[in-house]
């Protein structure tokens, strides 16, 4: 169900990227699937946006390089508990 979800959601990465700083789903197309992650812009010293920026990921050991992120989507709520 998650999974259907998310792939159901997906915004191309070519069409739309999220939102600085907001931890989102990513689909790695080089066979890590679905990680968790966001998008961190490189500032100057006095906090500028330079305007470049780099994936960020919570898992730590994922090397930016090594990824192809194609798609990304919202983290659905969870759902209700209905018992």
């Known amino acids: 169900v998650f999974?259907?979800?998310v792939n159901d959601r997906?915004?191309?990465v070519s069409k739309q990227?999220?939102?600085e700083g907001?931890?989102?789903n990513l689909f790695d197309a080089?066979?890590?699937?679905?990680?968790n992650g966001w998008r961190g812009l490189y500032k100057t010293f006095g906090q500028k946006n330079t305007g470049k920026w780099?994936?960020?990921?919570?898992?730590?050991?994922?090397?930016?390089?090594?990824v192809n992120i194609t798609h990304w989507a919202e983290i659905?709520?969870?759902?209700e508990d209905t018992a």
């Open 17 to 19: 990227l999220p939102a």
């Open 54 to 66: 780099s994936w960020v990921f919570q898992i730590n050991d994922i090397d930016a390089d090594s």
């Open 3 to 5: 999974k259907d979800d």
């Open 76 to 79: 659905p709520e969870l759902p």
């Open 10 to 12: 997906a915004i191309p």
């Open 30 to 35: 080089n066979g890590e699937g679905w990680i």
């Open 22 to 24: 907001q931890t989102v």
